[in-house]
């Protein structure tokens, strides 16, 4: 069954440093969005993607945040640099999005990319 | 706004009891409400959607306009329902709004 990959799994990394996280959606799926899930709270979209094209990203701090999806497939999230308060886990997720008249919403999760800011 | 809470951070309960994890919702919309669930160790998963009016694992959720409300329920609990659940609203560009997410702990 076709799964979101996301690397790397865990990430410590010093405050001030660059840091960058990969996510493979499901292959077909147009839109992938990017969550960041603080302990002890549910996950909060970062970024939303339609193909290569930037939908939401009203919640991303963009002065340390940047995210690409150049070519429609995978994604790139890094901060630049890292500050304490961005330890939190990131979650990709996927779903079809709107394709010749089909719909379909479900968002299928990654395993997430734990981050830890020392 | 758009806000979706869950009071409860733990629900514990015996195996073989009933269970009710509450969600209230914010939306001016028409909303479509989801509950993901997240097993130990394992990626966050769609449990059910209000639209398919469905029974998944035995949970069943109604969507009340009235009280804004979509509560998860379970006549029976068993030790394997134990997880993280989190109740989420659609928003208006397909993105999830997700709650605080409720434990819950099934005793044997």
């Known amino acids: ?118 | 706004a758009q806000r979706v809470t869950q009071p409860e951070k733990l629900l514990s309960v015996f195996k073989g009891a009933p269970v009710e994890l509450k969600c209230n919702y914010s939306y001016s919309g028409s909303p479509e409400l989801f509950w993901y669930v997240q097993y130990s160790r394992q990626r966050l998963q769609l449990l059910l959607r209000h639209i398919s009016r469905e029974s998944i694992k035995g949970f069943t959720a109604d969507l009340n306009k009235g009280e804004t409300s979509f509560h998860l329920k379970k006549p029976f609990a068993q030790e394997e329902d134990s997880a993280m659940y989190y109740c989420a609203l659609r928003g208006g560009t397909d993105k999830l709004i997700f709650g605080t997410g409720t434990r819950l702990q099934v005793f044997p």
């Not at chain 1, 969005?33 to 979209?45: A, D, S, T």
């Open chain 1, 1 to 118: 069954e076709a799964e979101v990959a996301q690397s790397p799994r865990y990430k410590i990394t010093e405050k001030s440093q660059a840091v960058a996280f990969w996510c493979d959606p499901i292959s077909g799926h147009a839109t992938l969005y990017w969550y960041r899930q603080i302990l002890g709270q549910g996950p909060e979209l970062l970024v939303q993607f339609q193909d290569e094209s930037v939908v939401d990203d009203s919640q991303l701090p963009k002065d340390r945040f940047s995210a690409e999806r150049l070519k429609g497939v995978d994604s790139t999230l890094k901060i630049q640099p890292a500050e304490l308060g961005d330890s939190a886990m990131y979650l990709c997720a996927s779903s079809f999005g709107t394709s010749g008249g089909l719909i379909s919403y479900e968002q299928y999760f990654g395993p997430g990319t734990r981050l830890t800011v020392t």
